[in-house]
T-cell receptor, first 112, second 113 residues
Framework: IAGITQAPTSQILAAGRRMTLRCTQD?????MYWYRQDLGLGLRLIHY???????GKGEVPDGYSVSRANTDDFPLTLASAVPSQTSVYFC???????????FGSGTRLTVV | AQSVTQLGSHVSVSEGALVLLRCNYS??????LFWYVQYPNQGLQLLLK??????LVKGINGFEAEFKKSETSFHLTKPSAHMSDAAEYFC???????????FGGGTRLMVKP
């Protein structure tokens, strides 16, 4: 089934630890995005990639990094997790020919 | 810069009643506008989108939204609420076909029996 796969589904992480959230799509979409969802704040863009080999910073990039080695994969890394990074993280992709995103099911991350 | 404001973080309606979820946007250029729905523990699904064609846009599950440029609004409506409509709804704006979306804070719709 075409779509976006995120892993893990949920994770409890000790503060200071490094963590990579995985995102893989099989739709050959050029653009991919990472958002975090927090109560009352909606979804805020962390990082994006318009095409393989390029990345850009979104609204809340601090403490996060991304890479885009190929079209399908767009991992998000927390180098040293802090409790304020407790959130639900969504990966999304888009095709310039069709407005709007396809979303993954999210990763619920708790930093303690 | 563009932004989206959703009035009312929680809306409660009775089953069978009209659903009205409000969205106002600011954009320096004619926008593309979207409504997404999120059911518990799931990702977001596209309900409908406005792309500068007809100002009244029909989406899935009986929802529709009307683009009103003079009011900078894109409110979401449904004539008769169902219990299955209970979810969180997000309005979003994109400045261009490059697709980067800015989301509102979301409105949680509760439907009472």
């Amino acid at each position: 089934i075409a779509g976006i796969t995120q892993a893990p589904t949920s994770q409890i992480l000790a503060a200071g630890r490094r963590m990579t959230l995985r995102c893989t799509q099989d739709m050959r979409h050029n653009a991919m995005y990472w958002y975090r969802q927090d109560l009352g704040l909606g979804l805020r863009l962390i990082h994006y990639s318009n095409t393989a080999g390029t990345t850009g910073k979104g609204e809340v990039p601090d403490g996060y990094s991304v890479s885009r080695a190929n079209t399908d994969d767009f991992p998000l890394t927390l180098a040293s997790a802090v409790p304020s990074q407790t959130s639900v993280y969504f990966c999304a992709s888009s095709d310039p020919g069709r407005l709007g995103y396809t979303f993954g099911s999210g990763t619920r991350l708790t930093v303690v | 810069a563009q932004s989206v404001t959703q009035l009312g973080s929680h809306v409660s309606v009775s089953e069978g009643a009209l659903v009205l979820l409000r969205c106002n946007y600011s954009s320096s250029v004619p926008p593309y506008l979207f409504w997404y729905v999120q059911y518990p523990n799931q990702g977001l699904q596209l309900l409908l989108k406005y792309t500068s064609a007809a100002t009244l846009v029909k989406g899935i599950n009986g929802f529709e939204a009307e683009f009103k440029k003079s009011e900078t609004s894109f409110h979401l409506t449904k004539p008769s609420a169902h219990m299955s409509d209970a979810a969180e709804y997000f309005c979003a704006v994109s400045r261009n076909a490059g697709n980067m979306l800015t989301f509102g804070g979301g409105t949680r719709l509760m439907v009472k029996p």
